[in-house]
């Protein structure tokens, strides 16, 4: 509401009082002092900076989305919320976003939450309610970052990924029907669907979507947004949106896709690859299985054995005496090559971004800083695998720096000297698609 009101106007004067005290009398112009000019400059001085500071700040404050974001900063707003549970195969985690919507009524996000629960729910396949207490644990922490007042208007959703779809039906039914009822009792309102297998193109739309958000890629032609590859536990993804036509689809028209983002419907080259994720490829490279759980592998350089667990069940790995870089590199590429991925040529050209595993295993080998992230070549992964394949004790590094090799560039196509982005966070935001489908949920 506007006020009026009624202005008083001082005027410093330059000339002294008259002889009766006032301003009226002398005719006569007097000379100021010097503490008077500093006094008048001093004031000037201040009133031109205020009016800057005040112009400034005006500038910035209308700025695109600048206002909205202060004003969401301070709780000014109406906030939007989602909880998204991200069921991956070696862990669950839950996302809380809180978002506002800028002056064209689009959504902008002001802060998250990122928690995780490990095991995986596929690892309670013998004991379905463990994964309604992991998912219990996992609420409680939503619950404590969006306030009270607003739980019954946040959506929430479960999705799982690769673990669960690896499961037998049963055993997957079970767990799913342990969890939904600790999800409808959460006070959250419940998505349709509360509780999905995924699509694995979906889990590869949502994470390309997050990344080219958080990047701000959507102000720009869409064919200039990132290829995306995510590596997961029990599969990869690789998303994004051709240039040219892709050659090579005509046994798999089923890449690609036409998918609305942004209010716009774009053909995007979207596909997962069941089985290439990093446990599923250990298990291939190992040769191991639920019947063959212990084996030799030259892949291993430490003399004590190595275990891992996926999908619950453990494996032993020992050392094979023909132990070597190369032979680990032979696994690893059959493993891709039985696969058969597909190779667009276009992603020689093009922003490359990896995730995830791609992301997480050069981080702990120091290629790239941790959270921050980097950029690496394709053959940096190679040079990391020979140095762990010749340790006296790298883990599975040498297994898991050849596969991702061996992906990158027996199965992608990329040359050695191709660059690629590898992420944790952007911006301070946790790189996942649960942030993809919190917006898509949001919107409708």
Known sequence: MEHSSDMEVRRRSNRGPGPRGDDS???????????QSVDSGFTTVIAVAFVVVLGGAAVFLFAPGVKEAVFARFGLVESQHAVVIDAGSTGSRVLGFKF????????????????????????????????????????????SFIPESGWAQTPLTLRATAGLR??????????????EKVLRSSGFRPEDPLIEIMNPMEEGLFAWFTVNFLLDQFTKPVVD??????????????VFVPGARVED????????HDVSVMKNTIAMYSHSYLGLGLMTARKAMFKISDEVSKVSSVCVSSKAPLTFKFQ?????????????????????????????????????GRNISGFSYFYDTPAERGMVKEVVGGVVRVGDYRAE?????????????????????????RGYGLSDAKEIRLFKKIDG????????????????
């Open 25 to 35: 009398g002398s005719p006569v112009k007097r000379s100021r002092t010097k503490s």
């Open 100 to 143: 506002h919507r800028d002056g064209s009524g689009a959504l902008q996000l002001d802060d998250e939450l990122w928690v995780q629960d490990k095991p995986g729910l596929s690892s309670y396949a013998d004991s379905p309610s463990g994964a309604a207490e992991s998912i219990s644990r996992l609420l409680a922490e939503a619950k």
């Open 166 to 179: 690896l499961l037998p039906k049963d055993q997957s039914d079970a767990i799913i029907g342990e969890v």
């Open 225 to 238: 947004s990132y290829v995306t590859l995510d590596l997961g536990g029990g599969s990869t993804q690789i």
């Open 249 to 256: 689809l005509e046994k798999r028209r089923h890449y690609m």
């Open 312 to 348: 619950n069940k453990e494996f032993t790995i020992e050392r094979d005496e023909k132990a070597s870089a190369d032979g680990c590199l032979e696994l690893a590429l059959a493993a891709v090559e039985a696969e058969g991925v597909h190779a667009p040529a276009e992603l020689a």
């Open 385 to 409: 695998a020979r140095k762990a394949c010749a340790e006296a004790d790298s883990g599975f590094y040498c297994a898991d720096l050849s596969f991702m090799y061996a992906m990158l560039s």
């Open 429 to 444: 935001h946790e790189v996942s698609w649960a942030l993809g489908c919190a917006y898509n949920i949001l919107e409708g």
